[in-house]
């Protein structure tokens, strides 16, 4: 299993070509907080996240209308976004 790192990656935009961030490419700060089912939710620009795993300080999240076809999913490590697949279908 692979283990996963608390650095912040950088990768390659595939549209624009253009190296970035994760702050450059959702343009917003993250938002947690309860869903109305207790559950804890992060909250993205436009878009909603529900946890999918924890293993201690890393936490991987899917979008909320993934049993939609949805592909988005994003891994933060201590509360700050390391990792994120940004590609929604809605």
Not at 11 to 18: H, L, W
Not at 19 to 26: G, H, R
Not at 44 to 57: A, F, I, K, M
Request: charged fraction near 20%; hydrophobic fraction near 25%.
């Amino acid at each position: 299993m692979r283990e996963i790192s608390c650095e912040l990656e950088y990768f390659t935009e595939p549209r624009s070509g253009i190296q970035s961030d994760n702050y450059v490419i959702a343009g917003k700060t993250p938002l947690f907080r309860i869903s109305r089912l207790g559950r804890p939710q992060l909250c993205l620009g436009s878009y909603r996240y529900c946890t999918n795993s924890v293993r201690g300080s890393v936490t991987r999240w899917r979008c909320t209308s993934q049993p939609r076809g949805c592909r988005a999913k994003l891994t933060t490590c201590n509360s700050v976004i390391v990792r994120q697949l940004n590609i929604h279908n809605h």
